[in-house]
């Protein structure tokens, strides 16, 4: 039996004859398929390695917690992340920006320890054994 990596949920897949294919959206053409920018045109933090590699989080309201603990928005399973480890926020020009929140491991930007600092498009961030990329929804 399959376990989600992020969640332990159990992941029983049914299988069935029927097999059903989607067509490709125009914001996916768009794209190339590849999934670096969302439809909606939000900042995406995706998750390049750790247990949850693949996974996307919209960052669409002010504020978003990453952590060990099960209530953060970004829920990080690993004893190298803190409960409450990081928050990725919204400057009042729209820049995002990352905050670390008294973590024992640190947060990295670009390999680099920061105790807060506003993001590009392409950074690489370090949450434990996690590495997210930052995609931004427009040019800075």
Same mark, same amino acid.
């Given at each position: 039996?399959?376990?989600?990596?992020?969640?332990?949920?159990?992941? /029983?897949?049914?299988?069935?004859?029927?097999?059903?294919?989607?067509?490709?959206?125009?914001?996916?053409?768009? =794209?190339?398929?590849?999934?670096?920018?969302?439809?909606?045109?939000?900042?995406?933090?995706?998750?390049?390695?750790?247990?949850?590699?693949?996974?996307?989080?919209?960052?669409?309201?002010?504020?978003?917690?990453?952590? !060990? $603990?099960?209530?953060?928005?970004?829920?990080?399973?690993?004893? =190298? #992340?803190?409960?409450? /480890?990081?928050?990725?926020?919204? =400057?009042?020009? @729209?820049?995002?920006?990352? $905050?670390?929140?008294?973590?024992?491991?640190?947060?990295? #930007?670009?390999?680099? !320890?920061?105790?807060? $600092?506003?993001?590009?498009?392409?950074?690489?961030?370090?949450? @434990?054994?996690? $590495?997210?990329?930052?995609?931004?929804?427009?040019?800075?």
């Amino acid at each position: 039996m399959n376990f989600c990596a992020a969640c332990g949920a159990s992941q /029983h897949r049914e299988v069935t004859e029927d097999t059903q294919s989607l067509p490709v959206t125009d914001a996916e053409a768009s =794209t190339g398929g590849d999934g670096d920018q969302s439809a909606s045109g939000a900042d995406v933090l995706l998750v390049n390695s750790g247990p949850s590699s693949g996974a996307r989080y919209v960052i669409d309201t002010e504020t978003i917690n990453a952590g !060990r $603990k099960t209530s953060t928005d970004i829920f990080l399973d690993d004893v =190298t #992340v803190s409960r409450e /480890h990081a928050r990725f926020f919204r =400057t009042e020009s @729209g820049r995002i920006g990352v $905050k670390d929140l008294g973590s024992l491991n640190g947060t990295y #930007v670009n390999n680099v !320890r920061v105790d807060e $600092k506003l993001l590009q498009s392409g950074d690489e961030i370090q949450i @434990g054994k996690f $590495k997210l990329v930052f995609i931004a929804a427009r040019a800075l």
